[in-house]
Nanobody, 126 residues
Framework: EVQLVESGGGFVQAGGSLKLSCSVS????????IGWFRQAPGKEREAVSC????????EYLEAVKGRFTISSDNVENTVYLQMDNLQPEDTAVYYC???????????????????WGKGTLVTVSA
């Protein structure tokens, strides 16, 4: 059973940075995808970024391009989301999720990810 644990959330002022971590365990093959999603209060969940562990292909939500960077450490089985120039609209609970394979754009679809972490809260003040 794949398990994911997020960490690194917190409180930051606008313009600041945070680095989220997603520790992954229980997977069988080193060819999977990890996505980051977020859900702000009263809003629907939003797909933020996703990375293919095998070849580092990555995709981003348009609103975070140039500010967020996803990366992976395959030795530590950890995926990171470096978030720079954070804005109040980035405030949300951030979740990482697992899929057995990376498929461009498909990772955003409901039901594509098969395992989820419990989330970490990011709060950005104006």
């Amino acid at each position: 059973e794949v398990q994911l644990v997020e960490s690194g959330g917190g409180f930051v002022q606008a313009g600041g940075s945070l680095k989220l971590s997603c520790s992954v365990s229980g997977f069988s093959y080193n060819d999977y995808a990890i996505g980051w999603f977020r859900q702000a209060p009263g809003k629907e969940r939003e797909a933020v970024s996703c990375i293919s562990i095998s070849d580092d292909r990555a995709e981003y939500l348009e609103a975070v391009k140039g500010r967020f960077t996803i990366s992976s450490d395959n030795v530590e089985n950890t995926v990171y989301l470096q978030m720079d120039n954070l804005q109040p609209e980035d405030t949300a609970v951030y979740y990482c999720a697992y899929a057995p394979i990376f498929m461009s754009k498909m990772w955003k679809q409901d039901g594509y990810m098969t395992a989820w972490g419990k989330g970490t809260l990011v709060t950005v003040s104006a």
